[in-house]
């Protein structure tokens, strides 16, 4: 069993639609819970973290964490045409100072039609 | 404009051939990673740097090797023993205690 599941799609919604991304994982000690976007051949950027369980906004996308469940997700409000990427979730367990302990999905390929 | 720069975009290597990637950063951040993405994978690390003069390996090292003379450069060499070189290989950097990394734009690596 892979450490983080996340469903390859791909996803494809029309514009204005919410969207709904998520990872699943097994590994308990996890305590902070990143989504990454990645466009067509370009690095990964870092849209949001959260730490523990609970929700986080910002703008149009919402993280939500619930670790009794180890399910985390991303909402997408209002989507856009530009939302169309690969979004991955990364996860890790903050024991260490810096980011080598990381654990990613294999990322969920979105496209919002107009 | 700080950011991470990898050079090349696309590269193609021999069988046998030792070949180095190259990462620059200018955010003057401590911590440098190499990571490695193939289709229906995760991301998996490949060597990190905390620090000039020191790396450790990740999950995936055999194969490659890195050098971390200045704290603005990590360089990847994939050589002759990767036995699955293809794929696209992504340098990221963080400053310390912060959490997710900064990723440049890939090299994509084809063996020929």
């Known amino acids: 069993q892979k450490e983080v599941e996340q469903d390859p799609g791909p996803l494809s919604v029309p514009e204005g639609a919410i969207v709904s991304l998520n990872c699943t994982y097994s590994?308990?000690?996890?305590?902070?819970f990143m989504w990454y976007r990645q466009y067509s051949r370009k690095g990964p950027e870092l849209l949001m973290y959260?730490?523990?369980?609970g929700n986080k906004e910002d703008g149009r996308f919402t993280a939500q964490v619930d670790k009794s469940s180890k399910y985390i997700s991303l909402f997408i409000r209002d989507s856009q045409p530009s939302d169309s990427a690969t979004y991955l979730c990364?996860?890790?367990?903050?024991?260490?100072?810096?980011?080598?302990?990381?654990?990613f999905g294999a990322g969920t390929r979105l496209t919002v039609k107009p | 404009d700080g950011g991470i720069t990898q050079s090349p975009k696309y590269l193609f290597r021999k069988e046998g051939q030792n070949v180095t990637l190259s990462c620059e950063q200018n955010?003057?951040?401590?911590?440098m990673y190499w990571y490695r993405q193939d289709p229906g994978q995760g991301l998996r690390l490949i060597y990190y740097?905390?620090?000039?003069?020191?790396?450790q390996k990740g999950d995936i090292a055999e194969g490659y090797s890195v050098s971390r003379e200045k704290k603005e450069s990590f360089p990847l060499t994939v050589t002759s023993a990767q036995k699955n070189p293809t794929a696209f290989y992504l340098c990221?950097?963080?400053?310390?205690?912060?959490?997710?990394?900064?990723f440049g734009q890939g090299t994509r690596l084809t063996v020929v």
């Open positions: 959260t730490y523990s369980s």
């Open positions: 740097s905390q620090i000039v003069n020191d790396f």
């Open positions: 955010l003057n951040h401590d911590a």
């Open positions: 990364a996860m890790s367990g903050g024991l260490s100072y810096n980011n080598n302990d990381m654990r």
């Open positions: 590994n308990s000690a996890f305590q902070y």
């Open positions: 990221a950097s963080s400053p310390p205690g912060r959490r997710g990394a900064f």
